[in-house]
């Protein structure tokens, strides 16, 4: 989710990962982790692997809280292929980052951010939006009412059916260079598949 700052910008304030089944949402404002709905605290560098799986787990989860103030926190996801993909929250200015490192070994890996399989962007059904419209590709990636919640905060708005807001700056369409946009709203920012 995006929130307009005091200062006129724009920032993440919200993201989820869904890895399988499982569903994680950071919020950015006390760097709070959920876990399928539910507070899942971890301790500064306390290392979490889920349980459901029968054999060893495709990845782990580890907090780490870094700055001078402790304003940052790190969640990073290791893949035991080597990729990984960190979201770090500063609590001070209450904003999201998020960090994807690695192919993922041909994993199901796609969303908003876009894919390291396929350089641009590109909509759920694999149309490449080069040159394209941006706000089409915004709304493309809106969770629909028809899909299951992301985030636990049901009231912010835009919901669909009602539309993302989106500001363009220099250009009408996406080239993966020029087009300066702020999306905002609900969106699918990624989603891996675990294999299991």
């Avoid at 889920?50 to 103030?69: C, D, I, M, N, W």
């Avoid at 969770?143 to 059916?161: G, I, N, T, W």
Wanted: glycine share 10%.
């Amino acid at each position: 989710k995006k929130k307009k700052g005091e200062a006129g910008y724009s920032y993440i304030s919200e993201v989820v990962v869904e890895i399988g089944i499982d569903r994680y949402e950071f919020q950015s404002e006390e760097a709070k982790l959920y876990l399928n709905s539910k507070l899942h605290p971890l301790d500064d560098d306390e290392k979490f692997t889920p349980t459901r799986f029968s054999s060893e787990p495709p990845y782990a989860l580890k907090k780490t809280v870094k700055g001078q103030r402790k304003h940052i926190v790190e969640y990073k996801f290791d893949f035991f292929n080597g990729s990984s993909v960190t979201i770090r929250s500063n609590r001070h200015f209450k904003m999201i980052f998020v960090d994807i490192v690695g192919t993922f070994d041909g994993a199901d890996l796609h969303g908003l951010l876009g894919s390291p399989h396929k350089k641009g962007l590109f909509k759920r059904n694999g149309e490449n939006m080069e040159g394209k419209d941006i706000n089409d590709y915004g709304q493309d990636w809106q969770v629909l009412v028809s899909e299951p919640k992301l985030f636990m905060d049901a009231e912010r708005e835009p919901q669909s059916p009602s539309k993302c807001i989106v500001i363009m700056d220099t250009t009408s369409g996406i080239d993966g260079n020029d087009a300066t946009a702020q999306l905002r709203g609900r969106r699918r920012l990624l989603e891996i598949g675990d294999g299991g």
